[in-house]
């Protein structure tokens, strides 16, 4: 028997980073700011011209590319999943999170419930938030307090450094 | 003589008795109800007492412009004064309460205020209560706060939990009438993503009034796509660029929110907006158009056709208007006794028709008075022009003046204001940006115009979105025909004639305001609070400039009606603020060991938005005691403090060493692989901006570290240079101030403990004092840097935040025969007082590196951020406040930061102030450091710490600020 998908679900991991930023007038196969590519391995997110976070894989490249910046410390991942996802973001994203207007691979950084996070759709119905670290317990706190009304299902964060 | 519910007909449920309370008494209406309307139906007349004179008032409208009806709703923290019983949607259990009145509302004591009527005119406040100037806060505004005034607010904090939601569309249509429903039927169907807000609970607006066309709006709502129509969402304001606000009553017609928020904030961006805002009925001024019993012709016709109720057995009609005749007819047909119709005009279509059905029609008349207590009795009423009136009996007077088109939202997004002399009304203008009104808020009359021009207003939304507009929906009836509105505002005869029934102001009122010179549209509101409080002066507002044009000898367009800001419509303190509230007004900043020093004793203590361990005292205890004891451990043997919430900016790029020359005012770029430098960093206008030590860890590759405070605006000085001031610099900049926890390890046991846990030689040969570089701790690839804050010796080691607790655990096993101990930012602070260290309190944003003794720092060669502008004489003056040391003479007595010094005697003005103050931990007493005129020179005087706010002024010598080491022999130990 299978378990029916609650209408949001909200889970914190872990993941490895590395903020690639490319030199000037080095030409690396970073995606466009608001884009996602696999590369490398992982998923970069183009947060700006010549610049994307990479998550997972690890970039191979000598300084005189790109500037590698490791940041798996400085957030957190929340996965917000479910077929209300998308409603439950809106109480604190002023960004369209129509599937039409933010389509699934793109990206963003936006500031959401006055936190400065990096946003990625994967899937219609998924996205994914880099909060940082610190500010990430309050965060959780308004997530879960949105997702409440939906029936929202937050896991237990990871308490590995806490 | 009162109302009464009807044996039929009506949108409410008469299978659904609903319970209620007002006033203390027992009632029962059905499901579908207002507030407003069950109590007519159980034959309540009397609702409320009025702002100024506490004059009897009743219901005016059914909907969320009426000025009278206004009710304390529910009980305790969830009381919540001045909501229009009007829009209150009947729930079993509901407990309401008439407002401003004492004792009771059909006693009221306050009402003698009436008679001193003549002596509360215009402007009475301003003239009355002058003088005396003291008895103001004594006598008149307790007084007047008490008389005046509508409901009360709960004491206790709301319960109940709000929200806010952003939400975008293709097309927001304000307003589910036949206009807004046709609109939003057009656009769905066209593909467009839209939201139709309605602030009601049903849709439909005036065709809910019609019967042939009550079913017409369910159809159309119940075809719009699920989600399409937000019902009980009022569009509270129009902010421009396709902004708007909206409030949605999300549980208020339930007794309890339960898990939903009470209400929502939408804030709605829409690349098209229609506004089908409708139109409100107007009042007219005549003595008496106060009194119970006299309401508008549209609400008595909204109160029998969808709620069913009989305002009263028998009406008169009042109206300069077809409206007025149609509303008779529809209220002769339900079973109401129509005792007369005073029309101005000579001669209508409309008349015909009533004069047809057999009532009785007088055209040339109109209303001089009204006649009765609490309720209404019966009117006089004049062929216009002749002196002598006719007593007319009637239980309610139907008044219908015309329409005046809800255009705030129009006026808020821009749209010009045009005046309409067929209908008497101020209409708006052509749309713009995107906006467009359409229906009767754009002044049309009748459902089936309504609907045509909301189809019209959705084919040109449409076209500019590039979407196809279909076919136009079905029209919601037979056309029907309309009339001119007859200017007629105000009947001159003896006796109050109201233009605000809120808040009490007479024609009169205005005339006077126009001879004092308040004439002008703006100044009379202020002046006479025309149009001010909870409806704005909907129902009235034309008719106060038709008194202000006359007065003035001007036409009603020269008046122009004052400018409606947001909000439309009352919105509630919970709504706006949202969920952000309490200890979640503003994220929080943790610590990645936040738990580690929670369960360790920590006393937290708010750093902006960090929590930061003040003292590590499992007691409680936050006396001098334990920070003391703390302290004493870092320079007696080796302490360990959490230093993560430093701002850490990783710079890298072949231009690396040339920027942070030029935002540094010292060099950087001698700086060589493996030392850190400490630096200073000052605004363009040359004041000191913020310090830290920044480490070369390769060749082009740097980290910066910033203070606490200041670590988002250094990030955004140096990105903002960066890109505008020399965007020809290949740098890059990264906040790693999350990735990376930090410790500071100090104490002459430092390196004792770091030494087997490091794996590289901490040796003063290897890694002598401002060494920096890569270092494995406890097994964690990090990184280490010999710097020193507290003045002993001292190393910070980083690693990445997911260790954090590994990496600190370590250090706290290898210190523990050294007796290490974690320390807080209490003994920080003492620690770097006594070594003279500064920080937020004299990097303040006035002063200087020289007034803190740094001076000489800043490099001599090349420019830097604030090297012209601080060479400006008054920043290099001998006497500006700089930086010293204090200690009391008498070791016994202490040191209050903010102190003033002054000399001994305590005379003359301040020569500047205690920044720092604490109890030493190295010797006696207290100590403090302190921005001195002159300082510099003044070591060895004898001066006053004056703080009058304790009552207490201490002697201090001044001294240097370095008082621990100042030969800076530990950190190199």
Same mark, same amino acid.
Not at chain 2, 481 to 490: I, N, W
């Given at each position: 028997?299978?378990?029916?998908?609650?209408?949001?679900?909200?889970?914190?991991?872990?993941?490895?980073?590395h903020q690639v930023?490319?030199?000037?007038?080095?030409?690396l196969p970073l995606p466009a700011?608001?884009a996602s590519a696999a590369l490398w391995g992982g998923i970069a997110l183009g947060l700006?011209?010549?610049v994307a976070m990479l998550v997972g894989g690890?970039p191979?490249?000598?300084?005189?590319?790109?500037?590698?910046?490791?940041?798996?410390?400085?957030?957190?991942?929340?996965?917000?999943?479910? *077929?209300?996802?998308?409603?439950? %973001? =809106? !109480?604190?994203?002023?960004?369209? #999170?129509?599937? &039409? @207007?933010?389509?699934? +691979?793109?990206v963003?950084?936006?500031?959401?419930?006055?936190?400065?996070?990096?946003?990625y759709?994967?899937?219609?119905?998924?996205?994914? *938030?880099?909060?940082?670290?610190? %500010? =990430? !317990?309050?965060?959780?706190?308004? #997530?879960?307090? &949105? @997702?409440?009304?939906? +029936?929202?299902?937050?896991?237990?964060?990871?308490?590995?450094?806490? | 003589?009162?109302?009464?519910?009807?044996?039929?007909?009506?949108?409410?449920?008469?299978?659904?008795?609903?319970?209620?309370?007002?006033?203390?008494?027992?009632?029962?209406?059905?499901?579908?109800?207002?507030?407003?309307?069950?109590?007519?139906?159980?034959?309540?007349?009397?609702?409320?007492?009025?702002?100024?004179?506490?004059?009897?008032?009743?219901?005016?409208?059914?909907?969320?412009?009426?000025?009278?009806?206004?009710?304390?709703?529910?009980?305790?923290?969830?009381?919540?004064?001045?909501?229009?019983?009007?829009?209150?949607?009947?729930?079993?259990?509901?407990?309401?309460?008439?407002?401003?009145?004492?004792?009771?509302?059909?006693?009221?004591?306050?009402?003698?205020?009436?008679?001193?009527?003549?002596?509360?005119?215009?402007?009475?406040?301003?003239?009355?209560?002058?003088?005396?100037?003291?008895?103001?806060?004594?006598?008149?505004?307790?007084?007047?706060?008490?008389?005046?005034?509508?409901?009360?607010?709960?004491?206790?904090?709301?319960?109940?939990?709000?929200?806010?939601?952003?939400?975008?569309?293709?097309?927001?249509?304000?307003?589910?009438?036949?206009?807004?429903?046709?609109?939003?039927?057009?656009?769905?169907?066209?593909?467009?993503?839209?939201?139709?807000?309605?602030?009601?609970?049903?849709?439909?607006?005036?065709?809910?009034?019609?019967?042939?066309?009550?079913?017409?709006?369910?159809?159309?709502?119940?075809?719009?796509?699920?989600?399409?129509?937000?019902?009980?969402?009022?569009?509270?304001?129009?902010?421009?660029?396709?902004?708007?606000?909206?409030?949605?009553?999300?549980?208020?017609?339930?007794?309890?929110?339960?898990?939903?928020?009470?209400?929502?904030?939408?804030?709605?961006?829409?690349?098209?907006?229609?506004?089908?805002?409708?139109?409100?009925?107007?009042?007219?001024?005549?003595?008496?158009?106060?009194?119970?019993?006299?309401?508008?012709?549209?609400?008595?016709?909204?109160?029998?056709?969808?709620?069913?109720?009989?305002?009263?057995?028998?009406?008169?009609?009042?109206?300069?208007?077809?409206?007025?005749?149609?509303?008779?007819?529809?209220?002769?047909?339900?079973?109401?006794?129509?005792?007369?119709?005073?029309?101005?005009?000579?001669?209508?279509?409309?008349?015909?028709?009533?004069?047809?059905?057999?009532?009785?029609?007088?055209?040339?008349?109109?209303?001089?008075?009204?006649?009765?207590?609490?309720?209404?009795?019966?009117?006089?009423?004049?062929?216009?022009?002749?002196?002598?009136?006719?007593?007319?009996?009637?239980?309610?007077?139907?008044?219908?003046?015309?329409?005046?088109?809800?255009?705030?939202?129009?006026?808020?997004?821009?749209?010009?204001?045009?005046?309409?002399?067929?209908?008497?009304?101020?209409?708006?203008?052509?749309?713009?940006?995107?906006?467009?009104?359409?229906?009767?808020?754009?002044?049309?009359?009748?459902?089936?115009?309504?609907?045509?021009?909301?189809?019209?207003?959705?084919?040109?939304?449409?076209?500019?979105?590039?979407?196809?507009?279909?076919?136009?929906?079905?029209?919601?009836?037979?056309?029907?025909?309309?009339?001119?509105?007859?200017?007629?505002?105000?009947?001159?005869?003896?006796?109050?004639?109201?233009?605000?029934?809120?808040?009490?102001?007479?024609?009169?009122?205005?005339?006077?305001?126009?001879?004092?010179?308040?004439?002008?549209?703006?100044?009379?509101?202020?002046?006479?609070?025309?149009?001010?409080?909870?409806?704005?002066?909907?129902?009235?507002?034309?008719?106060?400039?038709?008194?202000?044009?006359?007065?003035?000898?001007?036409?009603?367009?020269?008046?122009?009606?004052?400018?409606?800001?947001?909000?439309?419509?009352?919105?509630?303190?919970?709504?706006?603020?949202?969920?952000?509230?309490?200890?979640?007004?503003?994220?929080?900043?943790?610590?990645?060991?936040?738990?580690?020093?929670?369960?360790?004793?920590?006393?937290?203590?708010?750093?902006?938005?960090?929590?930061?361990?003040?003292?590590?005292?499992?007691?409680?205890?936050?006396?001098?005691?334990?920070?003391?004891?703390?302290?004493?451990?870092?320079?007696?043997?080796?302490?360990?403090?959490?230093?993560?919430?430093?701002?850490?900016?990783?710079?890298?790029?072949?231009?690396?060493?040339?920027?942070?020359?030029?935002?540094?005012?010292?060099?950087?770029?001698?700086?060589?692989?493996?030392?850190?430098?400490?630096?200073?960093?000052?605004?363009?206008?040359?004041?000191?901006?913020?310090?830290?030590?920044?480490?070369?860890?390769?060749?082009?590759?740097?980290?910066?570290?910033?203070?606490?405070?200041?670590?988002?605006?250094?990030?955004?000085?140096?990105?903002?240079?960066?890109?505008?001031?020399?965007?020809?610099?290949?740098?890059?900049?990264?906040?790693?101030?999350?990735?990376?926890?930090?410790?500071?390890?100090?104490?002459?046991?430092?390196?004792?403990?770091?030494?087997?846990?490091?794996?590289?030689?901490?040796?003063?040969?290897?890694?002598?004092?401002?060494?920096?570089?890569?270092?494995?701790?406890?097994?964690?690839?990090?990184?280490?840097?010999?710097?020193?804050?507290?003045?002993?010796?001292?190393?910070?080691?980083?690693?990445?935040?997911?260790?954090?607790?590994?990496?600190?655990?370590?250090?706290?096993?290898?210190?523990?025969?050294?007796?290490?101990?974690?320390?807080?930012?209490?003994?920080?602070?003492?620690?770097?007082?006594?070594?003279?260290?500064?920080?937020?309190?004299?990097?303040?944003?006035?002063?200087?590196?020289?007034?803190?003794?740094?001076?000489?720092?800043?490099?001599?060669?090349?420019?830097?951020?604030?090297?012209?502008?601080?060479?400006?004489?008054?920043?290099?003056?001998?006497?500006?406040?700089?930086?010293?040391?204090?200690?009391?003479?008498?070791?016994?007595?202490?040191?209050?930061?903010?102190?003033?010094?002054?000399?001994?005697?305590?005379?003359?003005?301040?020569?500047?102030?205690?920044?720092?103050?604490?109890?030493?931990?190295?010797?006696?007493?207290?100590?403090?450091?302190?921005?001195?005129?002159?300082?510099?020179?003044?070591?060895?005087?004898?001066?006053?710490?004056?703080?009058?706010?304790?009552?207490?002024?201490?002697?201090?010598?001044?001294?240097?600020?370095?008082?621990?080491?100042?030969?800076?022999?530990?950190?190199?130990?």
């Amino acid at each position: 028997m299978s378990v029916p998908e609650p209408p949001v679900l909200v889970a914190e991991d872990r993941v490895v980073l590395h903020q690639v930023a490319a030199r000037r007038g080095v030409a690396l196969p970073l995606p466009a700011p608001g884009a996602s590519a696999a590369l490398w391995g992982g998923i970069a997110l183009g947060l700006a011209p010549g610049v994307a976070m990479l998550v997972g894989g690890r970039p191979d490249l000598p300084p005189d590319q790109a500037a590698v910046v490791e940041q798996t410390g400085g957030f957190l991942r929340m996965r917000v999943a479910g *077929l209300a996802a998308a409603e439950v %973001l =809106a !109480r604190g994203c002023r960004l369209d #999170l129509d599937e &039409a @207007a933010f389509t699934p +691979g793109s990206v963003a950084r936006a500031l959401i419930a006055q936190v400065t996070v990096i946003l990625y759709r994967p899937t219609a119905t998924r996205f994914e *938030l880099l909060v940082p670290a610190t %500010l =990430a !317990r309050s965060f959780v706190h308004f #997530l879960s307090t &949105a @997702a409440a009304p939906f +029936g929202g299902v937050v896991l237990p964060a990871e308490r590995g450094t806490r | 003589m009162s109302g009464f519910r009807l044996p039929e007909g009506g949108l409410v449920d008469r299978e659904a008795a609903l319970r209620f309370r007002f006033d203390g008494r027992d009632y029962t209406g059905f499901a579908g109800d207002t507030l407003a309307s069950a109590l007519l139906a159980n034959g309540v007349t009397l609702f409320g007492r009025s702002f100024k004179y506490h004059r009897p008032r009743g219901v005016v409208t059914a909907g969320p412009e009426e000025p009278c009806a206004l009710v304390e709703l529910r009980r305790g923290a969830r009381r919540e004064p001045n909501t229009p019983a009007t829009t209150v949607e009947l729930f079993d259990g509901l407990v309401a309460e008439s407002q401003n009145r004492w004792p009771s509302l059909r006693f009221d004591a306050l009402s003698v205020a009436g008679l001193f009527a003549p002596l509360l005119a215009a402007g009475f406040y301003y003239k009355t209560f002058k003088w005396p100037a003291a008895w103001w806060e004594k006598v008149y505004e307790p007084l007047v706060r008490r008389a005046a005034g509508l409901g009360r607010v709960a004491e206790g904090p709301d319960p109940d939990r709000y929200e806010h939601i952003h939400a975008h569309c293709d097309l927001l249509v304000v307003g589910a009438g036949p206009a807004g429903l046709t609109a939003a039927r057009m656009a769905t169907m066209a593909g467009a993503r839209v939201i139709l807000a309605e602030q009601d609970a049903l849709a439909g607006g005036g065709a809910l009034l019609d019967r042939g066309a009550q079913g017409w709006a369910q159809a159309m709502a119940a075809a719009l796509p699920h989600g399409v129509l937000r019902p009980r969402m009022t569009v509270v304001g129009a902010y421009g660029h396709g902004v708007f606000a909206a409030v949605e009553r999300v549980a208020d017609h339930l007794a309890e929110p339960g898990m939903a928020p009470r209400q929502r904030l939408h804030i709605i961006r829409a690349r098209r907006a229609i506004l089908a805002t409708g139109a409100v009925e107007r009042l007219i001024a005549f003595p008496g158009n106060d009194r119970p019993g006299v309401m508008l012709a549209g609400a008595a016709l909204a109160y029998a056709r969808r709620f069913g109720v009989a305002v009263a057995p028998q009406v008169a009609v009042f109206t300069t208007d077809d409206a007025g005749h149609h509303a008779a007819l529809a209220l002769a047909e339900a079973g109401l006794q129509v005792s007369a119709i005073l029309d101005p005009r000579s001669e209508s279509a409309g008349a015909e028709a009533a004069r047809a059905a057999g009532l009785p029609v007088r055209m040339g008349w109109e209303v001089v008075a009204t006649d009765g207590a609490q309720g209404l009795h019966g009117l006089r009423a004049r062929r216009r022009g002749a002196a002598a009136s006719d007593y007319v009996q009637a239980g309610a007077l139907l008044v219908c003046g015309g329409f005046a088109p809800e255009m705030a939202l129009a006026h808020q997004a821009g749209l010009e204001t045009r005046w309409d002399e067929a209908r008497q009304a101020f209409i708006p203008g052509a749309a713009r940006e995107g906006v467009a009104a359409a229906g009767a808020a754009r002044g049309l009359h009748g459902l089936v115009e309504a609907a045509a021009d909301g189809a019209r207003a959705a084919r040109e939304a449409l076209a500019v979105l590039g979407l196809p507009a279909g076919e136009e929906p079905p029209p919601p009836g037979p056309p029907q025909e309309v009339s001119a509105t007859f200017p007629l505002h105000e009947v001159r005869a003896r006796g109050p004639a109201f233009v605000d029934l809120q808040h009490d102001v007479t024609a009169d009122d205005l005339r006077l305001a126009v001879r004092e010179g308040y004439g002008h549209a703006e100044h009379a509101k202020r002046y006479t609070t025309h149009g001010m409080a909870t409806d704005q002066g909907r129902v009235g507002g034309t008719a106060g400039a038709a008194v202000l044009a006359a007065a003035r000898g001007i036409t009603i367009p020269e008046v122009g009606i004052p400018r409606p800001r947001p909000f439309v419509r009352p919105a509630a303190w919970g709504a706006l603020a949202g969920a952000d509230v309490g200890l979640h007004f503003k994220p929080e900043r943790l610590l990645p060991l936040h738990d580690w020093h929670q369960a360790h004793g920590a006393v937290f203590v708010r750093v902006g938005p960090w929590l930061r361990p003040l003292v590590y005292s499992p007691s409680g205890d936050t006396s001098w005691e334990p920070v003391l004891e703390e302290a004493r451990n870092v320079r007696r043997a080796v302490g360990l403090c959490d230093v993560s919430s430093l701002g850490k900016i990783d710079v890298q790029g072949p231009d690396a060493a040339t920027f942070l020359d030029r935002i540094y005012a010292n060099t950087f770029s001698t700086l060589p692989v493996g030392r850190a430098r400490y630096g200073l960093m000052l605004r363009e206008d040359g004041i000191l901006f913020d310090d830290g030590t920044t480490s070369r860890l390769a060749e082009n590759h740097f980290l910066v570290t910033t203070t606490t405070q200041k670590a988002d605006e250094v990030l955004a000085h140096m990105e903002w240079h960066l890109q505008t001031a020399w965007p020809e610099l290949d740098v890059t900049l990264t906040d790693v101030a999350d990735h990376w926890a930090q410790f500071a390890v100090a104490g002459p046991d430092a390196r004792e403990v770091l030494r087997g846990i490091v794996d590289r030689s901490l040796s003063n040969g290897a890694f002598p004092f401002m060494a920096a570089g890569e270092a494995v701790i406890a097994g964690i690839p990090g990184r280490i840097f010999r710097i020193s804050f507290s003045g002993e010796l001292a190393y910070e080691v980083a690693v990445p935040a997911q260790h954090a607790l590994a990496a600190w655990q370590a250090i706290l096993a290898a210190g523990a025969p050294h007796g290490i101990r974690p320390y807080g930012l209490d003994a920080l602070n003492v620690l770097r007082i006594e070594k003279g260290h500064v920080t937020g309190g004299e990097i303040n944003g006035q002063t200087t590196p020289g007034d803190l003794g740094l001076g000489k720092m800043l490099k001599r060669r090349g420019d830097f951020v604030g090297r012209v502008l601080g060479q400006r004489p008054g920043l290099l003056a001998a006497d500006r406040l700089q930086l010293v040391g204090i200690r009391p003479l008498d070791p016994a007595q202490r040191l209050r930061g903010g102190a003033h010094l002054r000399d001994v005697q305590g005379q003359g003005p301040s020569q500047g102030y205690v920044t720092a103050a604490c109890m030493a931990a190295e010797g006696e007493g207290w100590i403090g450091l302190a921005l001195l005129a002159g300082g510099h020179a003044r070591h060895g005087e004898t001066l006053l710490a004056d703080s009058p706010v304790h009552g207490e002024a201490v002697p201090v010598v001044i001294g240097s600020p370095h008082r621990v080491d100042p030969e800076n022999r530990r950190v190199r130990a």
